[in-house]
């Protein structure tokens, strides 16, 4: 059949905004399996924790990414699936020492009963009712966490004593002393995300997500079930970012309502995504990419030092104590700066941005005009 | 039976003040079509500058109102003009991620300079009750529903019998039909926005002398606001109103009978129940 | 048995009739012409048939079976298709994969699905836009593809909304084939156009609303040469 070949994605730029720049798998591979080797080369604990942040945001990002990128439905409280996901798993570890490979299910659960609740709300109706409904959600479980001091012991958190070590056959697998392990469960955790966008987005739900993201109505009058649809986008993404708030909370040991139940962490899971490229498939890992080194250099200090060093600032002036003091806190303000920056200018994200520059050098695949009766091109 | 008539009493009170924040997130949306996430923070605005008003040059904080309200609506104004006008036709998404952008940044800012610690205005009467009915009411919120309505009345009759005010009205209806019929909507967005911004501001400067300043105290309000804009139907003026007080008395009676902590839980209950049951709101149309 | 009936059908809003006491009937196979002055009620009758609101009273029945009340995509999957009378890209994905969206109603299969979207693009002869963006299209190839779409979903019966609105002669021409090639697939349509000489061209019947109301209906020489149809026309007249 005439043009049945036309559509390759092996080895060639996809010039569609699926969105997914198809790399030659060659190099998809090579950078995976150096990263599954970067841990016998690299003995800095310090970086090792720069990965696993990295790998956390690439977590959180890819996930947002399932109902917000390809669905087109912006969650503003996602902090909810990440938040109920940590404190399902750590108190149940504290206080009922039930191993965490067994309480990432009952997190799992949690955060699917309420994807399905807001959902079920929410999806039926046209507007901004899920925006606004998800941040609600997601500040009553706060407050609610925050309150009910028995049981979560409220604004002091919960403080991870120790992880049971990992068994599997009867031998020893790891017993969570280094970096290393929790480097390993948080590439895997990236990689998985990575994964289900990649089925996802190539995949019938896909296609649909993203008719709904483009056109609800006429979604609906080619067949799509809308709320069916939203329902298991959202699913998924609650799903996945429980699990990263599983992993987040055994890797830093600590949990509080500001960190993990905050508008601010949802705010950044947002903003992973749009930084780097909204319903792409490596859109978030650019954004991680992007806000990971970003966020530390903030906190370290690492911004105004450069300022001083290269004599823009002086360090003793009133505005280099300024900045001294402050830029490390502000890293929330630079969010909301991004975020403006990043609307205003470049909406569509980096990888966006690129592909438009790349669709402006190659030119439309049809050089044949299409017949028409009459023999005039009716396309001007 | 006291007690439940004194909360429902204070319950109005700052259900007064929350209508007004309300009625400016509703005109904003009503005209623009523009999901303001940055309300609270314009609130937040509001409290800070009446505080230095008041630190710096002594002036009562319902007095300064008449500073506040100008300055907030010339502040709106320029924040339409320069980053929500960009944004009018863009996406809805966009648009609510710009304007939580703007409220981090504006939140943030104000942190920078002024530090999180917690600032409060204290008046002669800040404490002080009048006797209503036999009920202690408090001074400063009393003055501030008088206030509200007085603020409240001028602006239905503004909309309502002022040209200006019908094309805002105009314009929220159908914005094509206004813009054909000679309406600058562009002017319009300015306006409402602007008007948005003061009535928050200016909600602030009421409560500043009863509730703490800090930088954060904004995105409580904003979620409240929006659901007392849902509550009274998105774009109605008189939905907000009376979404306001309901909200206010919720809230009150919330405090009172179960937990200071956990009243904001039983507004966004209430919320989550009207998009169930109501989604258009208790007064089932969206109009101005 | 007709393949789709529409019996007393009402539509309010408020207390505006936008539909009032529609009678019709389609039989299988024929295509329907549906005139009538802006605001007449025509997109509000698709409307109502295709499920996007429901019918204030009166009922509906397609294939034998009463769909009142059915969501759009139930009515689709039933094998009722509609275009839009202001043509709905899924702007950001390529031509063959809206086409796709539409095929995926009847299969699970992407490969299956870009199939028979590529199939449907080679009738339209557009395959050679497979891979453009559909929000850079033309209106020509924007309605085009919204044909090319919905006839992915393999429907019985197909509802097309002024498809031919905001076309030149030329690409006018294109879709008065593409509805009579059509037809010869078996496929039965009800047709919403203002233009009263393709209508002539391609009706079996044709009928006519006016206010909300049905004014005539019968062939297209009875409806043409009826004095009510010609008096609510009145200042457009152009019979062929």
């Not at chain 3, 789709?4 to 309010?12: A, D, G, P, Q, V």
Request: proline share 4%; hydrophobic share 50%; with cysteine.
């Amino acid at each position: 059949m005439r043009g049945a070949r036309q559509v390759k994605t092996f080895g060639r730029i996809h010039l569609t905004a699926s969105g997914f720049a198809a790399l030659p798998l060659l190099i998809v591979a090579a950078v995976v399996a150096a990263l599954f080797v970067f841990p016998w080369l690299v003995a800095s604990p310090y970086l090792l924790h720069l990965m696993i942040l990295l790998f956390l945001s690439v977590a959180m990002g890819e996930s947002w990414n399932v109902i917000g990128g390809y669905c087109g439905q912006y969650s503003v409280g996602h902090a909810a699936y990440f938040g109920v996901g940590a404190y399902a798993a750590l108190m149940l570890l504290q206080y009922k020492h039930i191993a965490p490979w067994w309480g990432v299910w009952v997190a799992i659960a949690a955060a699917l009963i309420i994807s399905l609740l807001i959902g079920t709300i929410c999806f039926r109706l046209r507007g901004p009712y899920f925006v606004l409904a998800s941040i609600a959600v997601a500040e009553i479980i706060r407050l609610v966490v925050l309150n009910w001091k028995q049981l979560t012991n409220g604004a002091e958190g919960i403080l991870l004593v120790d992880i049971p070590p990992l068994m599997l056959g009867g031998r020893l697998v790891t017993d969570w002393l280094s970096k290393t392990p929790f480097y390993y469960l948080g590439l895997i955790l990236a990689l998985a995300t990575l994964l289900v966008n990649y089925l996802v987005q190539h995949s019938k739900l896909g296609y649909y997500l993203q008719a709904i993201r483009e056109d609800q109505d006429a979604a609906h009058s080619l067949g799509i079930n809308l709320s069916f649809y939203k329902n298991v986008a959202l699913a998924i993404s609650a799903l996945l970012t429980a699990l990263s708030g599983v992993f987040y909370g055994l890797y830093i040991g600590f949990i509080d309502p500001a960190s993990v139940l905050g508008v601010d962490l949802s705010v950044q899971m947002v903003l992973i995504c749009i930084i780097g490229g909204i319903g792409t498939n490596f859109g978030p890992v650019v954004g991680a990419l992007v806000l990971v080194p970003l966020s530390e250099a903030l906190r370290a200090n690492l911004l105004s030092k450069f300022l001083f060093s290269i004599g823009v600032v002086q360090e003793t002036s009133r505005v280099g104590g300024f900045l001294k003091e402050n830029l490390a806190h502000a890293h929330v303000l630079i969010y909301g700066i991004l975020v403006v920056v990043v609307i205003l200018f470049m909406p569509d994200g980096v990888l966006g941005f690129g592909k438009k520059l790349i669709a402006r050098r190659a030119r439309p695949l049809s050089a044949t005009p299409t017949p028409l009766v009459g023999g005039l091109d009716g396309s001007t | 039976m006291r007690v439940l008539l004194q909360s429902t009493a204070s319950g109005i009170l700052i259900g007064g003040v929350y209508a007004l924040v309300g009625i400016g997130l509703t005109i904003i949306y009503g005209v623009m079509r523009v999901i303001n996430f940055a309300h609270g923070e314009l609130l937040m605005i509001g409290m800070y500058l009446t505080w230095i008003i008041f630190t710096s040059f002594g002036v009562d904080p319902f007095l300064s109102i008449a500073i506040t309200i100008p300055a907030m609506f010339l502040f709106g104004a320029f924040l339409q003009r320069v980053l929500i006008n960009r944004v009018l036709n863009a996406l809805p998404q966009n648009q609510i991620l710009l304007t939580i952008g703007l409220g981090l940044v504006l939140s943030n800012v104000v942190m920078l300079i002024y530090t999180s610690d917690y600032k409060i205005i204290t008046t002669r009467y800040s404490s002080s009750t009048i006797n209503l009915a036999g009920l202690p009411i408090s001074t400063p919120l009393a003055i501030s529903l008088l206030i509200t309505t007085v603020i409240t009345a001028i602006l239905y009759f503004f909309l309502l019998k002022t040209d200006t005010g019908q094309a805002i009205r105009a314009t929220a209806q159908d914005r094509d039909a206004a813009q054909l019929m000679g309406i600058n909507v562009k002017r319009m967005s300015v306006l409402a926005f602007g008007i948005g911004t003061a009535l928050a501001g200016t909600a602030g400067a009421l409560v500043s002398p009863t509730y703490y300043i800090f930088p954060q105290v904004g995105g409580a309000f904003t979620l409240k606001a929006f659901v007392i804009v849902v509550l009274g139907g998105m774009g109605s003026v008189i939905g907000a109103t009376l979404g306001g007080i309901i909200i206010g008395v919720t809230e009150s009676l919330a405090a009172v009978y179960v937990s200071s902590g956990m009243k904001e839980v039983f507004v966004y209950v209430l919320f989550l129940l009207v998009l169930l049951f109501k989604p258009a709101g208790l007064l089932g149309r969206s109009r101005m | 048995m007709a393949l789709l009936e529409i019996r007393h059908l009402f539509k309010f809003f408020g207390g505006l009739a936008a539909n009032s006491d529609i009678v019709c009937s389609v039989e299988s196979g024929m295509i329907m012409g549906l005139i009538g002055p802006n605001g007449s009620g025509k997109t509000t009758l698709f409307n109502c048939i295709t499920g996007y609101y429901p019918p204030t009273k009166g009922e509906i029945i397609f294939k034998g079976q009463r769909i009142n009340g059915l969501k759009p995509d139930r009515v689709c999957k039933l094998g009722m298709a509609r275009t839009w009378q202001k043509v709905r890209p899924l702007a950001k994905l390529s031509v063959l994969e809206n086409v796709m969206v539409g095929a995926l109603a009847r299969t699970g299969s992407l490969k299956v699905a870009r199939r028979a979207a590529l199939h449907q693009l080679e009738l339209m002869r557009m395959e050679n836009r497979a891979n453009s963006l559909a929000g850079s299209l033309s209106i020509g190839e924007r309605k085009k593809l919204e044909v090319a779409r919905v006839l992915a979903t393999q429907p019985e019966l197909l509802l097309l909304d002024e498809v031919m609105g905001g076309l030149n002669p030329v690409e006018s021409e294109e879709i008065i084939q593409l509805i009579l090639d059509i037809k010869k697939r078996g496929l039965t349509q009800v047709v919403i156009e203002h233009d009263m000489k393709a209508i002539m061209r391609i009706s079996d019947r044709v009928m006519v609303l006016n206010s909300g109301e049905k004014l005539a209906e019968g062939t297209p020489q009875q409806v043409v040469s009826n004095p009510d149809v010609v008096t609510a026309y009145l200042g457009s007249a152009h019979v062929a």
